[in-house]
């Protein structure tokens, strides 16, 4: 079936440090990979995505990775701030459902000063 | 815009209660879905919807039903409410051909 493994569950770094978070999905078929960062009580929130036709995007501080060939993506964020600390989900949509999406089980990032 | 909107924010049940978590959007999005948080286990899809009169099951659909009369809005039922069920509970939306999704603001439920 469809699956999203996320690792790892749990990332610890001092302030100024770089952080990646990596994700393996199941279905080849899938396309669109998207990152969400979910702040303490507070809704998910798109922070970056990718699609297959592409291999990395960045946006300032985050840049994501996508390698079609051994089904993996992987979210890097440099120069990490406190304001990082969150957990972070990545995505991959499925192709047996319009929009659809699978999500990993989530990296709790802790940014310490 | 609102953008997407759940009510209510916290609700506590007792076992065997119904109750129905609402959730609008009003940015005209064809795709609507309901999702739930468990701590470690991520976001699990357990309804959508692709359109007005049209839904499907999700990967833990059981003890929930859904409709969609209208595209604005797309109600969760929980028909007899357990313990398992005591969770947070995320809807989302997305436009058509578009996968970005927005999610609402949550709503914490808490079955005894």
């Known amino acids: ?113 | 815009n609102a953008g997407v909107t759940q009510t209510p924010k916290f609700q506590v049940l007792k076992t065997g209660q119904s109750m129905t978590l609402q959730c609008a959007q009003d940015m005209n999005h064809e795709y609507m879905s309901w999702y739930r948080q468990d701590p470690g286990m991520g976001l699990r899809l357990i309804h959508y919807s692709v359109g007005a009169g049209i839904t499907d099951q999700g990967e833990v659909p059981n003890g929930y039903n859904v409709s969609r009369s209208t595209t604005e809005d797309f109600p969760l039922r929980l028909l007899s409410a357990a313990p398992s069920q005591t969770s947070v509970y995320f809807c989302a939306s997305g436009g058509r051909g578009k996968y970005e999704q927005y999610f609402g603001p949550g709503t914490r439920l808490t079955v005894t």
């Open chain 1, 1 to 113: 079936g469809e699956n999203v493994e996320q690792h790892p569950s749990t990332l610890s770094v001092q302030e100024g440090d770089s952080a990646v978070i990596k994700c393996t999905y199941s279905d080849s078929a899938s396309n669109y990979f998207p990152w969400y960062k979910q702040e303490l009580g507070k809704r998910p929130q798109l922070i970056i995505d990718i699609r297959s036709n592409v291999g990395e995007k960045k946006d300032q501080r985050i840049a994501v990775t996508l390698n079609k060939t051994a089904k993996h993506f992987s979210l890097h964020i440099t120069e990490t701030q406190p304001e990082d600390s969150a957990v972070y989900f990545c995505a991959a949509s499925s192709p047996r459902g319009y929009n659809k999406l699978i999500f990993g089980a989530g990296t709790r990032l802790a940014v310490h000063p």
